[in-house]
């Protein structure tokens, strides 16, 4: 098994500039996260899907959308990039939406907006 | 509010010397309290987790934290610190009596440990 992977690992990108960051996951896991990592911060969550065909705003979702393409896969939309996201963007996964659940986190993408 | 501190930005240790990495939390109820681990270039990994019962806790790689309700800690701690443990280190915490889901994470502790 692989685990939660993510797609590109690293990405420049120029202010107003649109991308899609991938995830997907392959434990059959319900629920789905995207966070962001920022130097002297804990993650904070973006967006979470705690089942497949729903989606949630986080604690910092401006700038972003998602869609959970399906069980497996979980994509974080930048419409209009900004410098303020410049950050390293985390997807996790957890086989139900519970507070006990452990989450399991892909390798990360580094994101770099000029 | 719901929060989580990690008092120190860094933590040095010899090899072989015992660790702890300090974590205290402000939850309205009662808490779910997580540690995981960041290698470099990598995602958190999982290190364990209180959710109820005894409250000192097993983990992976020989650790293990220690769930003080009345000091509103959960110290993660080693016997002994490998070269190999060097990495940033997150506690997480929930309220369990919030409906649905939200995890605060602290800043992180960098923990180095010198051969």
């Known amino acids: 098994n692989a685990g939660v992977t993510q797609t590109p690992k690293f990405q420049v990108l120029k202010t107003g500039q649109s991308m899609t960051l991938q995830c997907a996951q392959d434990?059959?896991?319900?629920?789905m996260y995207w966070y962001r990592q920022d130097p002297g911060m804990g993650l904070r969550l973006i967006y979470y899907s705690a089942s497949e065909g729903t989606t949630d705003k986080g604690e910092v979702p401006n700038g972003y959308n998602v869609s959970r393409l399906n069980k497996r896969e979980f994509s974080l939309r930048l419409e209009s990039a900004a410098p303020s996201q410049t950050s390293v963007y985390f997807c996790a996964s957890s086989e139900n939406f519970s507070n006990q659940e452990t989450q399991y986190f892909g390798p990360g993408t580094r994101l770099l907006v000029l | 509010a719901q929060s989580v501190a990690q008092p120190e930005d860094q933590v040095n240790v010899a090899e072989g010397n015992p660790l702890t990495v300090k974590c205290t939390y402000s939850v309205s109820g009662n808490p779910y309290l997580f540690w995981y681990v960041q290698y470099p270039n990598r995602g958190l990994q999982f290190l364990l987790k209180y959710i109820t019962g005894d409250n000192l806790v097993k983990g992976s790689y020989g650790f293990e934290a220690e769930f003080n309700k009345s000091q509103t800690s959960f110290h993660l701690k080693k016997p002994s610190a490998l070269v190999s443990d060097s990495a940033l280190y997150f506690c997480?915490?929930?309220?369990?009596?919030?409906?649905?889901?939200?995890?605060?994470f602290g800043a992180g502790t960098r923990l180095f440990v010198k051969a």
């Open positions: 434990m059959n896991h319900n629920s």
């Open positions: 997480a915490v929930r309220d369990r009596n919030t409906g649905g889901f939200k995890t605060i």
